[in-house]
C-alpha cells in the first residue's frame, strides 16, 4: 500500500534518450507580456507566486519521472528567486526544427518543453507547459544554470529574450537545473514574496509527492542567532500525512486514517480519509499536483464510492432499518475529511478555471479505489464502522432539520412580500456587477455607513455584534441565526439542492462586491474573522468568484491647523507626524480611531467607501488545505494552538507622538 507506485509507471529507462528531439514546439510567445493574466492568472500577490510555482512544477516532474529527490526554493535579498533540482538538467543541445538551442527554446517558446513527448513525461504537473517560458516573459533578468553531462551550462535572458547563446562555465559532477529570475516590476502590483505563501505550496507539494524533499530559505530574514528563516518538507507516508495536517486541530471521530496507494486501469490513485465530530465535508482533489477547485471525474468517483459502500454497509447490519431514516449522500460525507491524489497521462481540463478534471475513466478508477478501501476497512473495524454510521444518521436528522428550518425562511419571506431584510439599505441599480454590499459591525456604524454611501451603486446591511461560529455549529442551527438568515437573503443566495443540502447557488446573486466593514480593533478583527469563516465554510464559491473584499477603514487622524492626513499604518503616522510638525509651530494632533462611529459619514465615504480613495482587499484562497487548517485552529476549541499563532502573527505598535 505504501510502496511508491508513480516511479514504476513513469520512469525512463535511459535519461540519454532525453534531448533536444524530445523538445516539441507548438506555439509562439508573443502575448505574454501584453495580457499576462491570460497564462498567470493575475498580476497581483497570486500571480506573483504563480511564477514561482511554474518553476517548481518543472522540478517536480522531474521527480514524477524518477529523477528527482531534491527541490530548494530561495527568496533573495533582492526579491528574486532561485529554484534548485537535482534532476537531469534541461536539454541544451542544438534544436534543429528552431535553429536554437533546446534550452533557449524551452525558455523562450510557449507551449514548448518535455511534458508534451509521451516518452519523456508520463505524467506533467504543468496545464498547458506555458511556465518556465511565461515567468522569463515576465522576468527583468532570469538566469539559467545547467549542470548535465559533466559541463555545468549557461544563459541569461532579460524579458525573454537572450542576452547571449548559451555557453559552458565549467565543470561538474552533479546533474539538475537552476533558475534564478526577478520579476519586473512594472508588470506585476508588488514584487514582495510572502513566505508563508511559498511554504505552504511546498508543504502540500511534499504531501502530494513523497519521498521528495523540498527546501525553503528566505535571505531576507535571520532570527536572533543569525540564521536565514528555513523551512524543510519531506513526507514518507504521502496523504495519510496530509490528512493529519489539515486536521490537527479537529477532534477524530476515529483513531485510524484509511490510506490507499494502488494503480488503477493505469491510472496511479491515493486517497486518505478520516472522520471527525464537525458537520462539514472538507475534500481536497488533486491531478498531477493541481489543486482541482471544481473538482471533476476523480470527486464524482470517490464520492459515489464512498457512498455505496457505506450504504450497503448499513442495510447488511440492520441499523438503517431500525431507525427509518432517508439516507441522502452528502450524509456520508458529514464530518469526512479526505484527499484524492490522481496522476493521469492525459488530464482533460473544464470549468470556469480549468481546474475541473472531465476525464471518464477516473470516475470508475477513483470509485473501485475507494470502495475495495472501505469495504476492507468496515469489515476488519466493526468498532469504528457502527461509530461511523451512527455519525451519517446524526448528519441525516440534521440535515432534515435544516430543510425545516431553510422552508421556514422561504415561507416568512414569502409572506413579507419582497423578502429582503428590514435593515437592508438597498441600492438603486439592480445590476449585480456594477453594485456592492457593506457587512457593517453594528447599527451604529451602519447608521453613519448609509449617510456616507452612494445610493446609486452602495447597500448597507447592519449586523448585530459577533454572528455565529460556524466552525462549531450544526447546519440547522446555522440557518436559525438571524444575522446569517440576514446575509443569505440579502445576497439573494439559495441554498440546498436534492443531491447536496448545503450547496450554494449564486445564480441569482444582487451585488458582485460583498465588503466585510468593521472597527479596527480587536473586536472588530473577530468579527471579521467570524463572517470570514461563514463564507469559508459555506459560501466559499463567493470567495472563489471574486466577491468577497475587506475594507480597510483607517487607524489615525493627523491634524495640525487646518491641515490632516489620513494613515493607515503605523509608517504613514510616524511619516505624517514629521511631514506636519517640521519646521512649524504648534502641536500635531493625533486622533486614533477605535470605531467606525468615531468618523462621521463624509469621513467615512472619504477612507473608506470611496472607489477613488478607498482600499478594498480581496479575499482569496491561495491553499484551501492551509486555511481550512487556519480556521479550524482560529475558531474552534483548542486554545494553545490559537494563542501560539497570535504570538508569532501579532504586531506589535508602540504609539509614541
Known sequence: MEENNLQAINSL???????????????????????PSMYIGDTGERGLHHLVYEVVDNSIDEALAGYCKNIDVIINEDDSITVTDDGRGIPTDFHEKEGKSALEVVLTVLHAGGKFDKDTYKVSGGLHGVGVSCVNALSIHL??????????????????????DVKIVGDTDKTGTVITFKPDASIFNTTVYQFDILSARLRELSFLNKGVKLNITDMRQKDEAGNYRTEKFFSINGLKEFIEYIDVNKEKLTEQILHLDIVKADIPVEIALQYNTTYRENIHSYVNNINTHEGGTHLTGFRRGLTRTLKQYADDSGILAKNKIEISGDDFREGL????????????FEGQTKTKLGNAEVTVAVDQAVSQMLKNYMEENPRD????????????????????????????????????????????????EKTEVYLVEGDSAGGTAKQGRDRMFQAILPLRGKILNVEKAMHHKILESEEIR????????????????????????????????????????????????FFFRYMKDMIEHGYLYIATPPLYLIKKGKEQVYCWTEEERKNAIDTLGKGREGSVGIQRYKGLGEMNAEQLWDTTMNPKTRTLRQVTIENAAEADRTFSMLMGDDVAPRREFIEQNAVYAKIDA
Not at 443569505?488 to 466593514?517: C, F, P, Q
Request: proline share 3%; with cysteine.
Open 13 to 35: 529507462k535511459d535519461d540519454s534518450d532525453y534531448n533536444a528531439d524530445n523538445i516539441q514546439v507548438l506555439e509562439g510567445l508573443e502575448a505574454v507580456r501584453k495580457r
Open 143 to 164: 538566469k539559467a544554470e545547467i549542470h548535465r553531462k559533466g559541463k555545468i551550462w549557461q544563459q541569461e535572458f532579460s524579458i525573454g529574450k537572450p542576452l547571449y
Open 337 to 348: 475529511t479526505a484527499v484524492i491524489s490522481v496522476k493521469v497521462q492525459e488530464p482533460q
Open 385 to 432: 464502522a457502527k461509530i461511523i454510521i451512527n455519525k451519517v444518521l446524526i448528519a441525516a436528522q440534521a440535515r432534515i432539520a435544516a430543510k425545516k428550518a431553510r422552508e421556514l425562511v422561504q415561507k416568512k419571506n414569502v409572506l413579507k412580500g419582497a423578502g429582503l431584510p428590514g435593515k437592508l439599505a438597498d441600492c438603486t441599480l439592480r445590476d449585480p
Open 486 to 533: 440576514n446575509i443569505y437573503t440579502a445576497l439573494g443566495i439559495t441554498i440546498g439542492t436534492e443531491e447536496d443540502s448545503k450547496a450554494v447557488n449564486l445564480s441569482k446573486i444582487r451585488y458582485h462586491k460583498v465588503i466585510i466593514m468593521t472597527d479596527a480593533d480587536v473586536d472588530g478583527s473577530h468579527i471579521t474573522t467570524l463572517i470570514m469563516t
